[in-house]
């Protein structure tokens, strides 16, 4: 019993095999990938090993504190900020070797022409609460 | 005046129960769901007018829920099936029972996660919301991970004894691995495991209550009041409950004198080791060092050598310790952790600051690692000096 987070970024992954970008697809491989998508997060609840999914807006704001009763300091978007994270999804799986079988899965959606995207997805462990008996 | 409803009556009277569906001749699944069903109704109808006999109350609920589910679900298939409206009346002990319900809801064919959520609401009579709260997962996942493990099992003869080891290893989980949310999972899984031992005459299962009774002792010592871990030889020993403590011994010595030595009875004999010394200093290390040995014997687990390797160190000194961690495969979870302690003691506090830094890096929970940070930051901070 171990939660995973599956990262899925807009930039920073390596390059996926199938890498053509989603506004040169048909409009119907668009709609077949979204349409895995949906399938893929349902297969997961039926499994019960569902936790939770969120997609990302990618324009993030740099914030910090600038002390004192000043308002805080932002600064960005940057277009070229290197890492961007599209969305994640949070499993929770029997094993680490479940949890890269589902990523592969979620890898596998189709994009251009229909094929698998190959994309790269981040795979990181949760956390979890320390266990009781450790002596 | 409203009557409280005794939860944890009910809770332990659910097995009995969903045992005496069964033996009417409900399946499992289905007997199951009405159980749920009576202890949903039995919360919300008790508080204004309490039964005089809990257990007949919950049966009669439970049973005619089952024959209105049955009878809806046969309406729906238009099948003419007659159901049976007067059952047998079940024998009045359910502990044989009880029993085979461990057995069903540990079966090997589930995966470790669902045999845990299939025993806390089957057996322990947890709602769904509550297990899936206590393992932070939306409550329609739980749902689905129980009547996944429920069709898994629909299958087993209800009356075939199984391997109490299963349940053992299920029972383990629910006591080690939890979070501390509504539900005390510790507390249940003892509550779990002293039903068991009441069910079945067994070594193991009384070595399990009391490696659990030993630890649930030290639970108050284990956390500094920010949330923090506190090791084993900083805890406050004051805080240590006597009480449970006194239990588990007693409970172990039984056991151990039926000389059917198996691994709860030797890591709970470790566990009582510990509970008996008074200070730190005076654990004794050497019977410890014994008993990890017959652990190596009876689980050949890497852990068990890795944890060994820890004690040695305090027995003999950390150059043993250095040489019995020297044989181990050092992607082993926690042997770098174990290899600064070591370090350190050896009055290396350079090797072990690095090593404290880096297993951190690698440490399995947030309470380890920021643990171990601050073990690196204290020896980094001496080195200054």
């Not at chain 2, 506090?349 to 690698?362: Q, S």
Request: hydrophobic residues 45%; charged residues 25%.
């Amino acid at each position: 019993m171990a939660k995973y987070l599956l990262l899925k970024h807009y930039r920073g992954a390596p390059a996926a095999v199938n890498d053509v970008p989603m506004e040169k697809w048909t409009p119907e491989e668009i709609t077949a990938h979204i349409q895995y998508m949906a399938d893929f997060a349902t297969r997961l609840q039926e499994t019960g090993e569902f936790v939770d999914e969120r997609a990302l807006g990618p324009d993030g704001t740099w914030v910090r504190y600038d002390g004192e009763g000043r308002p805080p300091v932002t600064d960005g978007p940057f277009a070229e900020t290197k890492d961007l994270i599209a969305g994640w999804m949070v499993i929770d799986v029997d094993s680490y070797e479940r949890a890269l079988e589902l990523a592969a899965e979620l890898s596998a959606a189709p994009g251009a022409g229909g094929k698998p995207i190959h994309e790269w997805l981040e795979l990181r462990p949760i956390f979890t609460a320390p266990p009781t008996i450790t002596e | 005046m409203t009557f409280q409803v005794d939860e944890l009556l009910l809770r332990s009277l659910t097995p009995h129960v969903l045992a005496i569906l069964v033996r009417r001749g409900a399946g499992f699944a289905a007997a199951e769901d009405a159980v749920q069903d009576a202890l949903v109704e039995a919360i919300r109808v008790w508080p204004d007018d309490p039964p005089r006999d809990p257990k007949g109350w919950l049966i009669t609920a439970a049973w005619r829920k089952f024959l209105d589910a049955t009878k809806a679900e046969t309406a729906r298939r238009r099948r003419e099936d007659a159901v049976e409206e007067e059952p047998p009346p079940g024998p009045a002990s359910g502990v044989d029972d009880t029993l085979q319900l461990y057995f069903l809801c540990a079966h090997p064919s589930l995966t470790p996660s669902s045999a845990v959520a299939l025993t806390l609401r089957a057996v322990g009579g947890l709602t769904t919301r509550q297990i899936a709260r206590a393992y932070l997962v939306p409550e329609a996942t739980m749902a689905q991970r129980i009547s996944r493990a429920k069709r898994t099992v629909s299958g087993v003869r209800f009356d075939r004894p199984g391997d109490v080891g299963t349940v053992l290893r299920v029972l383990y989980l629910v006591f080690n691995e939890g979070y501390s949310g509504d539900v005390d999972l510790a507390a249940e899984a003892i509550r779990l495991t002293r039903q068991l031992a009441a069910a079945i005459d067994h070594p193991e299962v009384a070595g399990l209550l009391a490696l659990m009774l030993l630890h649930h002792a030290r639970r108050a010592a284990r956390t500094a009041p920010d949330g923090s871990l506190v090791p084993l030889a900083d805890q406050d020993r004051s805080r240590w409950d006597t009480g449970l403590i006194a239990e588990g011994i007693e409970i172990l010595q039984a056991a151990l004198a039926r000389d059917r030595l198996g691994e709860f009875q030797a890591q709970a004999a470790i566990a009582a080791l510990h509970a008996d010394a008074l200070t730190a200093e005076e654990t004794d290390w050497v019977q410890i060092v014994e008993w990890y040995d017959e652990l190596v014997q009876l689980t050949d687990s890497p852990v068990v050598r890795l944890n060994r390797a820890v004690a040695v160190s305090e027995a003999d000194g950390p150059r043993a310790g250095l040489k019995a961690l020297a044989e181990l495969d050092d992607s082993l979870p926690r042997y770098t952790a174990v290899a600064a302690y070591l370090h350190e003691r050896d009055g290396d506090p350079v090797t072990a600051a690095r090593l404290y830094a880096e297993a951190a890096h690698k440490a399995p929970t947030l309470a380890e690692r920021d643990h171990l940070t601050r073990q690196a930051a204290r020896l980094n901070a001496s080195l200054r000096l």
